[in-house]
């Protein structure tokens, strides 16, 4: 499967909120490495964030800086999966929340851990 357009620019933003966003402390320098990226996407990719974003923003406002915490690719939702059949791809739903709730724990991406989601009957 070759991937959408659309696709390669939300792992593309994921990638720049890795490597930068997630060592920012300052709330203004959130905001102003979000709104650059809003604009390149606008720019360079004819795009706006608002249309890719539509399934981590919240209902009826525009995409800001923190709903895009909740941007979350990787590779181990196939922990069987070796090689070249190891994808890459977005996460979402009720495991991108545990994820994005440990990171907030721990204060920085989860690379290499192996996290158990259990869920618990009432």
């Known amino acids: 499967m070759k991937p959408t357009k659309d696709y390669q620019i939300r792992l593309w933003t994921h990638e720049i909120l890795r490597v930068f966003f997630d060592r920012l ?3 203004k320098d959130c905001i102003m490495l979000f709104n650059m990226i809003k604009g390149t996407v606008k720019d360079h990719f004819s795009k706006s964030m608002d249309s ?14 923190d709903d895009m915490k909740s941007l979350i690719f990787g590779d181990y939702m ?12 977005e996460i979402s739903g009720q495991f991108s929340s ?3 709730q440990a ?20």
């Open 52 to 65: 890719l974003f539509t399934n981590i923003k919240r209902e009826g406002l525009p995409i800001d800086h």
């Open 98 to 100: 545990c994820c994005l």
């Open 78 to 89: 196939d922990p069987d999966a070796e090689g070249d059949d190891r994808l890459y791809k």
């Open 103 to 122: 990171r907030l724990l721990i204060g920085r991406p989860i690379r290499g851990v192996q996290i158990k989601v259990y869920q618990l009957d009432n």
């Open 25 to 27: 402390v300052d709330e």
